[in-house]
């Protein structure tokens, strides 16, 4: 299981058109890289409960709570309840890929 805390030097893939869109609030951003970075390369992310997200995001629990509602409203993270325990999906597999060799072969051909 990743940290609670970002480690320096990470960074994460968001997709631009969302960046740009204005359709999430700052919060909603945050969070979706914050679920980006802690996912999978399937995009599943396991063992996030939102006291451990607040701390990695350095937001409110209620300020979690908030963005995870507005992520699943616009359709970016799917949310899997078990008992007590909640899984969330990235929606964009691409906002998760880790292999760059994906990436780069594309900068070539464009």
């Known amino acids: 299981m990743k940290p609670a805390t970002p480690k320096e030097g990470y960074f994460v893939r968001v ?8 359709s999430l609030s700052s919060s909603g951003l945050i969070m979706y890289a914050v679920l980006c ?5 399937y995009g599943i992310v ?10 990695y995001a350095g937001m409110s629990r209620r300020s979690v709570q ?20 909640v899984m969330y999906c990235v929606t964009d597999p691409a906002a998760v890929q880790r292999d760059w ?3 780069l072969q594309y900068r070539k051909e464009a």
Not at 37 to 41: E, I, K, M, S, T
Not at 47 to 53: F, H, K
Not at 68 to 85: K, S, V, Y
Request: glycine share 8%; hydrophobic share 45%.
């Open 46 to 55: 396991q063992g996030a409960e939102q006291d451990r997200l607040a701390r």
């Open 15 to 22: 997709p631009v058109q969302l960046l740009l869109s204005g």
């Open 37 to 41: 970075d802690l996912a999978d390369r």
């Open 66 to 85: 908030r963005a995870l509602d507005e992520l699943a409203a616009a359709g970016m993270i799917e949310r899997q309840q078990t008992g007590r325990a």
């Open 101 to 103: 060799s994906a990436i």
